[in-house]
């Protein structure tokens, strides 16, 4: 192994990638597999390759990929050029961010996006709750996608309100169980490019938090910039969900006057969230270390679509503190009391009658 050029899980995950885009069939889909797994692969391939190890432990990993991967770690390339894999944290990076710093995982008291069978997830309200509740969580965040994003089986009012009714019978029986753990009646609400929501007034004026997510037009090149402050702006969304609208290996992200957005998150006091899924990592350690400088309200999620991708939240932690960002500006660091204030005062000043202009 030559140890001035030991290659990382992160730009492995990169040659993987490339390495798809030239193969067919079943070869290209098990690298491109292999290269989302990466990620969230426990230790370090060269690690693992220097300790005489099988690198067949490692998840997506066959022995196929294994010879194809020890080639590359025996001779690794002069560059790897990273495109639309940077910058990803991958989980051994990870967990030596909270080893460091192990007082952040003590500080969490809860998850601020996660999907259940009402929308695309794979678990229902029960399953996660006590998932949840193993966890020591005080409170998670039930978001749903709501009814234009059709494909993710997005909720209508009527199954909106169904779902706070179910939501509100599991924190009845939390409480005379005496558990800790509450759910909050919330939601996924899709933006379209124009920053509007699409959900009545009425019935999102019941929930305790509202996520505003874009999810079209995420592959354009020209300036977003109009279209976050709309989203932003709108009175009805507290947090601005996976902003930069990125994906691992597929999409670099919108592109924006990101100082400007974070100015009028914190002039609002909205919160930008760090969608913790290892596939988004939206917000990425770059733009993080530019929110922090504008002291911008963060929500971690994990955007979990069963129990077992609640550890997700680890990676949104490990980048707020790789950014700099003060716990203090965390959502999730918030007692529940005093996430429900922040967020009732969002809805009060929503609901204010404007004043008329002289």
């Given at each position: 192994?030559?140890?001035?050029?030991?290659?990382?899980?992160?730009?492995?995950?990169?040659?993987?990638?490339?390495?798809?885009?030239?193969a067919e069939g079943q070869l290209?889909?098990?690298?491109?597999?292999?290269?989302?797994?990466?990620?969230?692969?426990?230790?370090?391939?060269?690690?693992?390759?220097?300790?005489?190890?099988?690198?067949?432990?490692?998840?997506?990993?066959?022995?196929?990929?294994?010879?194809?991967?020890?080639?590359?770690?025996?001779?690794?390339?002069?560059?790897?050029?990273?495109?639309?894999?940077?910058?990803?944290?991958?989980?051994?990076?990870?967990?030596?961010?909270?080893?460091?710093?192990?007082?952040?995982?003590?500080?969490?008291?809860?998850?601020?996006?996660?999907?259940?069978?009402?929308?695309?997830?794979?678990?229902?309200?029960?399953?996660?709750?006590?998932?949840?509740?193993?966890?020591?969580?005080?409170?998670?965040?039930?978001?749903?996608?709501?009814?234009?994003?059709?494909?993710?089986?997005?909720?209508?009012?009527?199954?909106?309100?169904?779902?706070?009714?179910?939501?509100?019978?599991?924190?009845?029986?939390?409480?005379?169980?005496?558990?800790?753990?509450?759910?909050?009646?919330?939601?996924?609400?899709?933006?379209?490019?124009?920053?509007?929501?699409?959900?009545?007034?009425?019935?999102?004026?019941?929930?305790?938090?509202?996520?505003?997510?874009?999810?079209?037009?995420?592959?354009?090149?020209?300036?977003?910039?109009?279209?976050?402050?709309?989203?932003?702006?709108?009175?009805?969304?507290?947090?601005?969900?996976?902003?930069?609208?990125?994906?691992?290996?597929?999409?670099?992200?919108?592109?924006?006057?990101?100082?400007?957005?974070?100015?009028?998150?914190?002039?609002?006091?909205?919160?930008?969230?760090?969608?913790?899924?290892?596939?988004?990592?939206d917000l990425d350690v770059v733009?993080?270390?530019?929110?922090?400088?504008?002291?911008?309200?963060?929500?971690?999620?994990?955007?979990?679509?069963?129990?077992?991708?609640?550890?997700?939240?680890?990676?949104?932690?490990?980048?707020?503190?790789?950014?700099?960002?003060?716990?203090?500006?965390?959502?999730?660091?918030?007692?529940?009391?005093?996430?429900?204030?922040?967020?009732?005062?969002?809805?009060?000043?929503?609901?204010?009658?404007?004043?008329?202009?002289?």
């Amino acid at each position: 192994m030559t140890g001035a050029l030991t290659l990382t899980n992160s730009q492995l995950g990169v040659l993987l990638a490339e390495a798809a885009s030239r193969a067919e069939g079943q070869l290209a889909r098990a690298l491109r597999r292999a290269s989302r797994k990466s990620i969230t692969w426990p230790e370090e391939a060269h690690i693992l390759h220097f300790e005489g190890r099988s690198l067949t432990e490692l998840d997506g990993i066959g022995p196929r990929l294994a010879r194809m991967v020890e080639g590359l770690l025996n001779h690794p390339p002069p560059e790897v050029n990273p495109v639309n894999r940077h910058p990803f944290l991958t989980y051994s990076q990870v967990a030596e961010t909270l080893s460091a710093n192990p007082d952040w995982l003590s500080m969490l008291r809860g998850d601020l996006q996660m999907h259940s069978t009402y929308s695309d997830g794979y678990a229902s309200l029960e399953e996660l709750a006590e998932a949840a509740s193993e966890r020591g969580y005080e409170y998670i965040a039930i978001t749903d996608h709501s009814k234009a994003l059709k494909i993710a089986n997005g909720m209508d009012e009527e199954r909106l309100m169904q779902q706070m009714g179910h939501i509100d019978r599991i924190n009845e029986n939390l409480a005379k169980g005496g558990r800790r753990l509450r759910l909050l009646r919330s939601i996924e609400m899709n933006l379209d490019p124009e920053g509007r929501g699409d959900m009545e007034p009425e019935v999102i004026g019941s929930l305790d938090l509202v996520l505003g997510s874009f999810h079209s037009k995420l592959r354009v090149k020209t300036d977003q910039t109009e279209r976050l402050l709309a989203g932003i702006g709108n009175p009805q969304v507290h947090i601005l969900g996976h902003p930069q609208g990125r994906m691992f290996n597929s999409r670099p992200g919108l592109v924006a006057d990101w100082d400007r957005v974070f100015a009028t998150a914190a002039l609002l006091d909205k919160a930008v969230e760090i969608d913790a899924f290892p596939d988004r990592q939206d917000l990425d350690v770059v733009l993080l270390e530019r929110a922090a400088d504008h002291s911008v309200r963060i929500s971690i999620g994990s955007d979990s679509h069963h129990p077992s991708q609640l550890w997700y939240i680890e990676f949104g932690l490990a980048a707020a503190i790789r950014a700099g960002v003060s716990p203090a500006r965390i959502l999730n660091f918030m007692s529940r009391e005093e996430l429900l204030s922040w967020s009732a005062e969002l809805k009060a000043r929503a609901r204010a009658p404007v004043e008329p202009a002289l």
